[in-house]
C-alpha cells in the first residue's frame, strides 16, 4: 500500500534502559500482523535489536525502524536505544518524529534518562505520551508512578486506561474510553475484551471524569460543550485527546505488560 503523508504517523519509543522498549515495538509488531509471534530480548530474535553486539548484550545500541497499518493509518516506529552512551541514535529519532512514547516502569517510575530525554523532548515542544511498563512485577504500582511524573514534570498526565490490580495481582487494563476491559492471555497471546470487574466501578467513574475534563480543554468547541452538557461523547474524547496532544496541552498515559502482550490494544 502506498500513503500520503497525513496517513503516516512516525513515533519516537524511548525511555531509561531496561523499561521494555524492544519488548513493547515487538508487541506492536505483533498485534499489527507484521510478526507471527513477539520474541523475547533474551532470545535475540527481537526485530528491533538485529546486529550481533545488540544481540550478544541483549540491549538496544542502535535506533531500529519497523511499521504497522492500522485503521488505514501507516505507523512507523523508532525503537531508540535507553542507555545514555548511545543518546546520539535518539536524538535523530526524535528529530524525525512528529511525538513520542516514554516509557517508564511502574516499580522504578522516573529515572535519570527519563529526564533527560524528557528535557529534550520539552525543548523541541514534541508531542509525547507514556506508557508505565512492567505492571506485572512485584511491587509495581500504576498510582505511585503516575504521581511521580506529576512531580517531576509538571504536566497535565492523563490517563487513558488504568489497571486491573498491581504487581502479582495485575491482571489487565481497562480502557476509559471505550469502557471495556482487557485482560492478560500471557506471552504469545492476545489480549481478550471483557466486562468492567464490578468491584472498579468507582475508580474507573472517577479515572474517566478526568479524562473527560481534560479533553473538555482541547478546543474551545469542547469545552463549551462539557460546560453546557457536563459531558462528552467517546468520539468527541478522542477529538479532544489529539488536539491536546498536538498542542503539547496534556499527555496521554497508558499502562500494561510488554512480557504479557497486556496494554496493547
Known amino acids: 500500500m502506498s500513503f500520503t503523508t497525513d496517513f503516516i504517523r512516525n513515533i519516537a519509543i524511548a525511555g531509561h534502559g531496561g523499561t521494555g522498549k524492544t519488548s513493547l515495538t515487538e508487541q506492536i509488531l505483533f498485534y499489527g500482523g507484521v510478526?507471527?509471534?513477539?520474541?523475547?530480548?533474551?532470545?535475540?530474535?527481537?526485530v528491533s535489536d538485529y546486529t550481533e553486539e545488540e544481540i550478544t548484550r541483549k540491549i538496544s545500541i542502535r535506533t531500529s525502524l519497523s511499521h504497522?497499518?492500522?485503521?488505514?493509518?501507516?505507523?512507523?516506529?523508532?525503537?531508540?536505544?535507553?542507555?545514555?552512551?548511545?543518546?546520539?541514535?535518539?536524538?535523530?529519532?526524535?528529530?524525525a518524529c512528529e511525538s513520542a512514547l516514554m516509557l517508564v516502569g511502574a516499580k522504578a517510575g522516573v529515572q535519570i534518562e527519563t529526564i533527560k530525554l524528557w528535557r529534550n523532548l520539552v525543548r523541541r515542544e514534541k508531542p509525547r505520551m507514556v506508557f508505565v511498563n512492567k505492571m506485572e512485577e512485584e511491587r509495581a504500582d500504576f498510582s505511585q508512578a503516575l504521581q511521580d511524573l506529576e512531580a517531576k514534570f509538571k504536566e497535565n498526565f492523563v490517563p487513558v486506561v488504568i489497571p486491573i490490580g498491581n504487581g502479582t495481582d495485575y491482571t489487565g487494563v481497562i480502557?476509559?474510553?471505550?469502557?471495556?476491559?482487557?485482560?492478560?492471555?500471557?506471552?504469545?497471546?492476545?489480549?481478550?475484551?471483557?466486562?468492567?470487574?464490578?468491584?472498579?466501578?468507582?475508580?474507573?467513574?472517577s479515572a474517566r471524569e478526568r479524562l473527560i475534563e481534560c479533553a473538555a480543554e482541547g478546543s474551545d468547541e469542547l469545552t463549551e460543550k462539557f460546560l453546557e452538557e457536563g459531558t462528552l461523547s467517546d468520539d468527541e474524547v478522542r477529538a479532544g485527546l489529539v488536539e491536546g496532544l498536538k498542542a503539547a496541552k496534556l499527555v496521554p498515559v497508558f499502562c500494561g505488560s510488554a512480557v504479557k502482550g497486556s496494554g496493547i490494544t
Open 35 to 46: 510478526i507471527g509471534r513477539p520474541e523475547t530480548v533474551e532470545s535475540g530474535k527481537t
Open 68 to 95: 504497522i497499518t492500522w485503521n488505514d493509518r501507516k505507523i512507523n516506529m523508532l525503537d531508540t536505544p535507553g542507555s545514555g552512551d548511545f543518546v546520539g541514535e535518539v536524538i535523530p529519532a526524535f528529530r
Open 175 to 205: 480502557d476509559l474510553i471505550g469502557m471495556k476491559a482487557y485482560l492478560a492471555a500471557g506471552a504469545g497471546a492476545k489480549e481478550t475484551a471483557a466486562e468492567i470487574p464490578a468491584s472498579m466501578n468507582d475508580a474507573v467513574a
